[in-house]
């Protein structure tokens, strides 16, 4: 067996230029005991896949042009099949010569993917494969091979979201090599959220249609403060999660709900978690008559307080302070009109769930207050 030596040879080299690639078990265990943030921290181990070709009767799904050429020397130091012996230059210089578009970007773009600058290898196989573009494994194990916390909730998580089983799924959203967005994004995450969700035919897991969020946003202007930063993931979590619509917090999935801050931790993330705590204050919100404050009115509850989905909607509006110009009531998905006015000095809402009622915000009504 003349081809032996040199395949240990060989893979004695791999091991020298990618150091945790072998069969020695992945360092993971050994690595950062507690991440501090459960999906950011988690140095990825390296694959112990093999580079060598398909074996001979194995159908190969994808091919590289220089390998079915035939002539090992393209890469290698010999053009004997059997024993090639070591490659012409190592690590990535090898494959970039070459893929010179691929060179420019991985030089150019400011987010570079650090398994790729590592080496091509930790997920190419140079010669063939029985996965696509000569991949050595099925791609979204490929990254979740590396990337453990985000395997926790693309495979565990209790909400699990579409977008990571269709279509390209990981590289849909990101470039496996370099980007010029943060976190490798393909595009800004705003845009690939709104072009899934830029239909009428997105239905959850339940069948329940979802939003059509690009209508939605054009038809509404009155835009919640991080959409108009386009920032969908300050509130949603896009690789899957435990809360209600992959929110990142705690938000009460149905129209009432038994009051309890933590219910809205989503919201008290960004605001005054004191809003709707205290019966009567003149501070914490001006949704209130004089200092009758309507925000505890309507929420503090311990049954059926009405959700904030009562009033505002949380993405865009066409009233002021994301007011909804209609609820969804009862069963049948009947919409109730909030026919909402904004005065000098608050605002009244009609014909809603109650007849006319108005409320006055300024210092002169709690003035006046006996
Ligand atoms: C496009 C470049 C390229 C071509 C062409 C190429 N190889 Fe390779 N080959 C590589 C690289 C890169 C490695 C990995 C070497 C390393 O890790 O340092 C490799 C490794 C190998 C290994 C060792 C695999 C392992 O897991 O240790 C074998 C066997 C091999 N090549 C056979 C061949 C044969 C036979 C041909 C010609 C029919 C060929 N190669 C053509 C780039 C190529
Ligand atoms: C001698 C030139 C050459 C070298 C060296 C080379 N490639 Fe390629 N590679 C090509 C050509 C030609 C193609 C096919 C045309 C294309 O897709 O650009 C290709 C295609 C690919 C593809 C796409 C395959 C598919 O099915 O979509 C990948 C992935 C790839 N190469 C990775 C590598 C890696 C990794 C290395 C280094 C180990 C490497 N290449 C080295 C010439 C080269
Ligand atoms: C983290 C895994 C990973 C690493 C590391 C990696 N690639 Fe890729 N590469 C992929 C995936 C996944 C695809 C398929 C992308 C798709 O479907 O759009 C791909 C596609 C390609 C293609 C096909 C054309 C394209 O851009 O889609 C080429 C060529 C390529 N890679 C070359 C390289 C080279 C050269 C390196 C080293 C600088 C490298 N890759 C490192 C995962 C990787
Ligand atoms: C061989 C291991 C490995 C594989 C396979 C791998 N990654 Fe990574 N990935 C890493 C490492 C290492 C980092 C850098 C982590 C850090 O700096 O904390 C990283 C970082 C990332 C980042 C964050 C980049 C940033 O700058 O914020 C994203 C996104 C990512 N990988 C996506 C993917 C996707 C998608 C795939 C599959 C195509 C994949 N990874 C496959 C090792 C890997
Ligand atoms: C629907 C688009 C989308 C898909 C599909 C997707 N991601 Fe992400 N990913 C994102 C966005 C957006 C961010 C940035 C999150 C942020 O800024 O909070 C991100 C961030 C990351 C990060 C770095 C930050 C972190 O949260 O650790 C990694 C690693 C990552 N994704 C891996 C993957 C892997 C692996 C897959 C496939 C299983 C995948 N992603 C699929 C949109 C996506
Ligand atoms: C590749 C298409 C695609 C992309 C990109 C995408 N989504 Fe989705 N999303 C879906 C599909 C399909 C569903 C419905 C099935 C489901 O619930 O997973 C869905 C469901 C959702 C849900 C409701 C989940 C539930 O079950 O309650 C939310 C919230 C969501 N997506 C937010 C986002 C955000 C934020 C982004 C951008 C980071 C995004 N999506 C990007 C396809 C996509
Ligand atoms: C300020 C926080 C916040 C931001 C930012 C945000 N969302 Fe949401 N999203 C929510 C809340 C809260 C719900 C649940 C609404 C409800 O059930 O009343 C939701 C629900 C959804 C749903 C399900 C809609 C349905 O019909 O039940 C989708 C899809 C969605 N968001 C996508 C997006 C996209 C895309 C973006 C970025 C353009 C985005 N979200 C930005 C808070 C937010
Ligand atoms: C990621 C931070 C963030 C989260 C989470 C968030 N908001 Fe906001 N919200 C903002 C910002 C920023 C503004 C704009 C403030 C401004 O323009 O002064 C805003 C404005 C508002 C307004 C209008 C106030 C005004 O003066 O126009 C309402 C109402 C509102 N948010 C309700 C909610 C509700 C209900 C939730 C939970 C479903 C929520 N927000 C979650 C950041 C957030
Ligand atoms: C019965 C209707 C109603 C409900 C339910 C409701 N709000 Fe409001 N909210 C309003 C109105 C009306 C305003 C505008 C007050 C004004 O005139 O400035 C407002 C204003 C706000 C503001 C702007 C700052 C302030 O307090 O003046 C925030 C933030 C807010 N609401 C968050 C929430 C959150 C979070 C919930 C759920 C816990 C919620 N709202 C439930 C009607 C409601």
Not at 296 to 323: M, W
Not at 337 to 343: A, S
């Amino acid at each position: 067996m003349r081809a032996l030596p040199v395949v240990v040879a060989l893979s004695t080299l791999a091991f020298g230029l990618a150091p945790a690639r072998g069969n020695a078990p992945p360092p993971r265990a050994a690595a950062a005991p507690t991440p501090a943030s459960p999906s950011r921290a988690a140095p990825p181990a390296k694959r112990a896949s093999s580079l060598r070709p398909v074996p001979p009767g194995q159908k190969a799904k994808s091919s590289h042009a220089p390998f079915t050429d035939g002539e090992c020397s393209i890469c290698h130091q010999r053009n004997d099949p059997k024993d090639p012996g070591p490659t012409v230059k190592s690590g990535n210089a090898l494959c970039l010569e070459c893929h010179d578009d691929l060179s420019a970007a991985m030089k150019s773009r400011k987010v570079k993917h650090k398994a790729a600058v590592e080496a091509c290898v930790n997920c190419h196989n140079p010669h063939d494969s029985r996965e696509p573009a000569l991949l050595l494994e099925e791609p979204m194990a490929l990254c979740l091979g590396c990337h453990e916390p985000i395997k926790k909730l693309v495979v565990g998580a209790p909400v699990k979201h579409e977008a990571m089983t269709q279509g390209k799924r990981c590289s849909g959203c990101h470039n496996p090599h370099a980007s010029d967005v943060e976190s490798l994004l393909r595009r800004l995450a705003f845009d690939l959220c709104v072009d899934c969700h830029g239909s009428d035919r997105v239905r959850d897991d339940k069948g329940r249609p979802l939003q059509n969020i690009r209508t939605l946003l054009s038809r509404n202007p009155v835009h919640h403060g991080p959409i108009g930063n386009k920032d969908c993931t300050a509130c949603h979590q896009p690789h899957g999660g435990g809360n209600f619509r992959l929110l990142i917090n705690t938000y009460p999935p149905d129209f009432y709900a038994s009051y309890a801050k933590s219910v809205y931790a989503l919201c008290f993330e960004c605001h005054n978690d004191q809003l709707a705590a205290v019966e009567r204050s003149t501070t914490v919100t001006k949704f209130r008559d004089g200092d009758r404050n309507l925000h505890y009115l309507h929420v503090n509850k311990s049954d059926r307080g009405r959700t904030c989905r009562a009033c505002h909607e949380a993405h865009a509006s066409k009233q002021p302070f994301q007011i909804r110009d209609a609820v969804p009531y009862g069963a049948r998905g009947w919409m109730l009109r909030v026919l909402y006015k904004q005065t000098a000095s608050g605002g009244s809402c009609d014909k809603t769930c109650h007849a006319a009622k108005a409320y006055d915000n300024s210092e002169r009504k709690v003035a006046k207050k006996p």
